[in-house]
């Protein structure tokens, strides 16, 4: 079974709309971390978030907040007033004991 | 404070040959790890070092690559001998335990094509 699933291959967003990127992890494990990355057409892999699974509010790093339904066990990258440099691929990662496990990636294109 | 190095950022080699990628991490972190990313996937863990000792090493394909971190500061990554679906980009990124959360940095990547 996936462990951490990104059901959007591809999407688009006009300039200076929201846009959701969608994650679902799966774990028995009482104690994980949630992660979300950028990865630009560069290559690199740029930390944006990260959300503790006893943490009691979503996080937030300027334009980006994580949405964590722990019930549902989902963690959603919004991105606020989206900018064209946004247009990359997106990676939602889980920390489940000491291993990191990453999702297959969205790709956002910001349309202008 | 810099960033994760890797060298070299690109190679090409042929099947069958050797080759091998450095990477040294954020000072002062502890925890050193190589992903493979296959166009198109999500990074894939091969190796995670804490210091100088690996604390996973599961999915390291042994017949062919090896790694060490002998000092517990940088590390090599080796494969030997390359196959054609080796060609990957191979990222090393590295953590500290003491941030509380262990978020991972990542280097540039070294992005390999075997032929």
């Known amino acids: 079974a996936q462990k951490i699933t990104q059901t959007q291959p591809g999407m688009f967003v006009q300039e200076k709309e929201a846009v959701t990127l969608d994650c679902t992890y799966d774990?028995?494990?009482?104690?994980?971390?949630l992660f979300w990355y950028k990865q630009p057409s560069s290559g690199e892999m740029i930390f944006l978030i990260y959300?503790?699974?006893?943490?009691?509010q979503n996080a937030t790093e300027g334009r980006y907040s994580l949405n964590f339904q722990k019930a549902r066990k989902s963690a959603n990258l919004v991105i606020s007033a989206s900018q064209l440099g946004d247009s990359a691929m997106y990676f939602c990662?889980?920390?489940?004991?000491?291993?990191?496990?990453f999702g297959s990636g969205t790709r956002l294109s910001v349309k202008p | 404070e810099a960033g994760v190095a890797q060298s070299p950022r690109y190679k090409i080699i042929e099947k069958r040959q050797s080759v091998a990628f450095w990477c040294n991490p954020i000072?002062?972190?502890?925890?050193l790890y190589w992903y493979q990313q296959i166009l198109g996937q999500g990074p894939k863990l091969l190796i995670q070092?804490?210091?100088?000792?690996?604390?996973?090493d599961s999915q390291l394909p042994k017949d062919r690559f090896s790694a060490e971190r002998l000092k517990g500061v940088d590390s090599t990554l080796k494969i030997q001998p390359a196959k054609l679906e080796d060609s990957a980009v191979y990222l090393c990124?590295?953590?500290?335990?003491?941030?509380?959360?262990?978020?991972?940095?990542f280097g540039p990547g070294t992005r390999l094509t075997v032929l």
């Open positions: 990124a590295s953590s500290s335990v003491t941030s509380g959360t262990d978020t991972q940095y």
């Open positions: 959300q503790g699974s006893y943490d009691q």
């Open positions: 774990t028995s494990d009482p104690s994980y971390g």
């Open positions: 070092f804490q210091n100088n000792g690996v604390v996973d």
């Open positions: 990662a889980m920390r489940e004991g000491g291993t990191f496990i």
């Open positions: 000072s002062g972190h502890a925890t």
